[in-house]
């Protein structure tokens, strides 16, 4: 592993100083580093990088590895940008939860250690992808979840919601989430779905705030199709796909299903789904 590109976030509370000896480290260890544009001058205060070479967003260069160094947030834009070159991503967290990451900041000179001694695995974690039947998604795939909200109105929605090709509900309530099994402690979670081991096969359909109460989660295979017709006195609802953004016409369709590519997740052996639980939900706290 000799080429690296870098992903941040100009939001962070971390000193740039620290992220700068990170990257410095990563140098002296003989491994080619380029940086994300914007994050680059944010770690530089605008200065000329440091000596480190940039790129733009939406031209990653040929690289071994991704690394993301902030919270999940970052971790998902990495995703965005990447994903589909079939580039492996580590996570380095600077932010709060970071529970995609391998790894805080303070613990990176380890969690880089064992990744270029060859001491880690990929895990392949299945996307979701949704298109419109009246406007184009412009970064149509997600790793999270894909959501869809009240735009601009306190009014319920109406979601006509197909499976495999048969009628299966109409949900009413504030939204629907169609959440990956690596989502499933995201958006997901918050609203009453269940949590699932990341690296299963299948989706889940999450109503927000129903209007009737046996509305409830429902898992399916990720080999599943979903149309969701969805009706509302707004002109417009949103569609947010992992946390990004994009109005679709009321009475539109989206189809939902697996993505043609996946997130090629690295994660130090040490790591596993119960600890996780344990490290991140606070499982393993005596909370009484």
């Known amino acids: 592993m000799k080429n690296l590109v870098i992903f941040g976030n100009t939001y962070q509370q971390e000193d740039p100083a620290k992220v700068l000896s990170l990257l410095n480290d990563l140098r002296e260890r003989g491994l080619k580093i380029a940086v994300e544009k914007e994050y680059l001058k944010y770690l530089s205060g605008g200065m000329n990088g440091d000596?480190?070479?940039?790129?733009?967003?939406?031209?990653?260069?040929?690289?071994?590895m991704a690394l993301s160094l902030g919270g999940d947030g970052t971790f998902l834009t990495t995703v965005m940008w990447v994903a589909s070159l079939g580039m492996p991503i580590l996570g380095i967290n600077l932010g709060h939860l970071g529970y995609l990451t391998a790894g805080r900041l303070d613990e990176s000179s380890t969690?880089?250690?064992?990744?270029?001694?060859?001491?880690?695995?990929?895990?392949?974690?299945?996307m979701l992808q949704v298109t419109c039947d009246q406007v184009e998604i412009p970064h149509p795939w997600a790793l999270n979840e894909i959501?869809?909200?009240?735009?601009?109105?306190?009014?319920?929605?109406?979601?006509?919601?197909?499976?495999?090709s048969h009628e299966l509900t109409t949900y009413r309530g504030d939204g629907l989430i169609v959440s990956t099994p690596t989502g499933s402690t995201a958006y997901n979670m918050s609203v009453g779905g269940p949590i699932l081991e990341p690296t299963t096969s299948c989706l889940v359909l999450s109503p927000i705030s129903p209007h009737s109460l046996t509305m409830r989660?429902?898992?399916?295979?990720?080999?599943?199709?979903?149309?969701?017709?969805?009706?509302?006195r707004?002109?417009?609802?949103?569609?947010?796909i992992d946390g990004?953004?994009?109005?679709?016409?009321?009475?539109?369709?989206?189809?939902?299903?697996?993505?043609?590519?996946?997130?090629?997740?690295?994660?130090?052996?040490?790591?596993?789904?119960?600890?996780?639980?344990?490290?991140?939900?606070?499982?393993?706290?005596?909370?009484?």
């Open 51 to 64: 000596g480190f070479s940039s790129f733009e967003a939406s031209q990653v260069p040929d690289a071994d």
């Open 111 to 126: 969690v880089i250690d064992d990744v270029l001694a060859g001491n880690y695995r990929i895990e392949e974690r299945s």
């Open 147 to 164: 959501a869809i909200l009240r735009h601009d109105t306190s009014s319920m929605l109406d979601m006509e919601t197909r499976l495999r």
């Open 217 to 232: 989660p429902l898992v399916v295979r990720d080999d599943s199709e979903i149309a969701v017709r969805t009706h509302s």
């Open 234 to 240: 707004a002109d417009h609802y949103e569609v947010s």
């Open 244 to 288: 990004e953004v994009t109005l679709c016409p009321t009475g539109s369709t989206l189809t939902f299903c697996r993505a043609p590519h996946c997130a090629r997740v690295i994660q130090c052996l040490s790591n596993n789904f119960a600890n996780t639980l344990r490290q991140k939900l606070l499982w393993g706290t005596d909370q009484r």
